[in-house]
């Protein structure tokens, strides 16, 4: 069974930087995963701030970045700011497939 | 600037088949290098990715859901479609469509299996 690793929760003093990761228990993470990241807030529909490793999207801040970092995709957040506190997600293709990650609780604090 | 929308019954019930469509403007669901995705959320829970088709109509699914999902294409329409056999109040959840690239989101319908 693929399964695809994300921290649980982090957190990150405001104007600090942050690295989420996102592994899968297949191997390496490679730009042939075409990784995505989605934030998510409470009550909201999921949006996606990377997509294929490390493009914006239109409404991205400039301070999310995407990468590939150790074997795993990597959003990192730098200077991070109160309204950046939401779930994080990650999506890898794998075997065919996509798999997403069990979601990351980041808390600006 | 592509927009989806999802529409669909909200309540279903057990044993019968879950039906969901999502409306596609700004795009063609037959032409381009574009994936075509279902993903769902119970509450309280993290996403749950459902199965995707791309334009020429070929689908994969999550392995988990394989034997009673079916994602297809209506190109008349500019749709694609969901169909979920055999629910059980387990498959209650919010159900999003999603065109990759770049990620662009539906806002979202919620299903609720109930008898």
């Known amino acids: 069974q693929v399964v695809v690793t994300q921290e649980p929760s982090l957190t990150v003093s405001p104007g600090e930087t942050v690295t989420l990761t996102c592994g899968s228990n297949t191997g390496d993470v490679t730009i042939r995963h075409y990784p995505y990241w989605f934030q998510q807030k409470p009550g909201q529909a999921p949006r996606t701030v990377i997509y294929d490793t490390d493009n914006k999207q239109s409404w991205t801040p400039a301070r999310f970045s995407g990468s590939l970092l150790g074997g795993k995709a990597a959003l990192t957040l730098s200077g991070a700011q109160p309204e950046d506190e939401a779930e994080y997600y990650c999506l890898l293709y794998i075997a065919g497939g996509r798999v997403l990650g069990g979601g990351t609780k980041l808390t600006v604090l | 600037q592509v927009q989806l929308q999802e529409s669909g019954p909200g309540l279903v019930k057990p044993s019968q088949t879950l039906s969901l469509t999502c409306t596609v403007s700004g795009a063609s669901v037959s032409s381009g290098n574009y994936y075509w995705n279902w993903i769902r959320q119970s509450a309280g829970k993290g996403l749950e990715w459902i199965g995707r088709s791309y334009t020429n109509g070929v689908a994969s699914y999550s392995p988990s859901l394989r034997s009673r999902v079916t994602i297809s294409l209506d190109t008349s329409k500019n749709q694609f479609s969901l169909n979920l056999n055999s629910v059980t109040a387990a498959d209650t959840a919010v159900y999003y469509c999603?065109?990759?690239?770049?990620?662009?989101w539906g806002q979202g319908t919620l299903v609720t299996v109930s008898s």
């Open positions: 999603m065109s990759e690239p770049p990620g662009l």
